[in-house]
């Protein structure tokens, strides 16, 4: 495990890059097909423990904002090395921690390097234009022992779909470095 923060190549404003990715439901899924009021993408796999650690916190988020903004989780690992990453396993993921938002896999990996994701989990937070308006951390429990006391994201969404400003647009996420194909 190599542990990484996030990196901000995307800055505020800048647009979500489009993308086509198979989702866990067996389905073509692109960005721009949603419609909704923002729209959050994280970068994340299975096998990592900051992302399992966020489990509870993804669920939530979807639960809370669901119908509101479009959710999505990206799993761009090496899965021939990591096989707790292939899409069989993506599946499986969706089912026991009973994930609502769609889960798509980026075999090629072209998607995280266009949106510069680092590491996982690596969330990024796109207002009804596709601006981003947030990258960074889902609360502020940085290891995966630890309980959160502020809920980031969370806060982040309501201020922007409020018509608030969101005051930190940067703020890092820790995890697992992505697996990258050599």
């Known amino acids: 495990m190599v542990l990484m923060e996030s990196q901000a190549r995307l800055k505020t404003g800048d647009e979500a890059p489009d993308f086509e990715l198979m989702g866990t439901d067996g389905k073509m899924h692109r960005l721009s097909s949603y419609d909704l009021e923002g729209y959050l993408v994280i970068f994340m796999c299975n096998h990592c423990p900051y992302v399992k650690a ?41 089912r026991e ?14 998607v995280a390097r266009t949106y510069g994701a680092t590491c996982t989990p690596d969330p990024f937070l796109f207002d009804s234009q596709r601006r981003l308006v947030f990258h960074g951390r889902i609360d502020n429990a940085m290891k995966p022992d630890d309980a959160a006391t502020e809920k980031t994201m969370i806060n982040n969404i309501e201020s922007m779909l409020a018509g608030k400003s969101i ?10 470095s992505i697996k990258w194909k050599d």
């Not at 009973?98 to 090629?108: A, C, I, P, R, S």
């Open 54 to 94: 966020k489990s509870d916190a993804l669920n939530e988020l979807y639960d809370k904002f669901g119908g509101k903004i479009a959710m999505m989780g990206i799993n761009s690992n090496d899965s021939v090395k990591y096989p707790d990453d292939s899409y069989e396993s993506m599946k499986q993921a969706v």
């Open 167 to 176: 005051q930190k647009d940067f703020d890092p996420s820790i995890g697992c």
């Open 97 to 110: 921690k009973g994930f609502g938002f769609d889960y798509l896999v980026d075999e090629t990996q072209e």
